[in-house]
């Protein structure tokens, strides 16, 4: 299974970016995703996750009504659109699939994991 990740780069503080993440490898609309996040110095932290299906999804509080997860299986991609971007939302971003179709907030439970896209917010 292979993910990467894109769309990372410098955005000023209430700006917008949205992040994709294309997987191969595997039969991508059976399986949850989500995206984490490291911070330098921080560990790794849950932002948001979906389930097989996109119906169900769970967002950190950090993240609640500014970040949107969505996933479209036709195209093997999953993505998470940023808006209203803080200085604190610096990290690199990490999407990450289960091998499970629901949803999970615990990086343990993720089996696989794209190689990380850099999001800078300069206040």
């Known amino acids: 299974v292979q993910l990467q990740a894109s769309g990372g780069g410098l955005v000023q503080a209430g700006g917008s970016l949205r992040l994709s993440c294309a997987a191969s490898?595997?039969?991508?609309?059976?399986?949850?995703l989500g995206w984490f996040r490291q911070a330098p110095g921080k560990e790794r932290e849950i932002v948001a996750a979906?389930?097989?299906?996109?119906?169900?999804?769970y967002y950190a509080d950090s993240v609640k009504g500014r970040f949107t997860i969505s996933r479209d299986n036709a195209k093997n991609t999953v993505y998470l659109q940023m808006n209203s971007l803080k200085p604190e939302d610096t990290a690199v971003y990490y999407c990450?699939?289960?091998?499970?179709?629901?949803?999970?907030?615990?990086?343990?439970?993720?089996?696989?994991w794209g190689q990380g896209t850099k999001v800078t917010v300069s206040s």
């Open positions: 990450a699939m289960r091998s499970e179709s629901g949803t999970s907030a615990y990086y343990f439970q993720y089996d696989y």
């Open positions: 979906i389930n097989w299906s996109g119906g169900t999804t």
């Open positions: 490898g595997r039969t991508f609309s059976s399986y949850a």
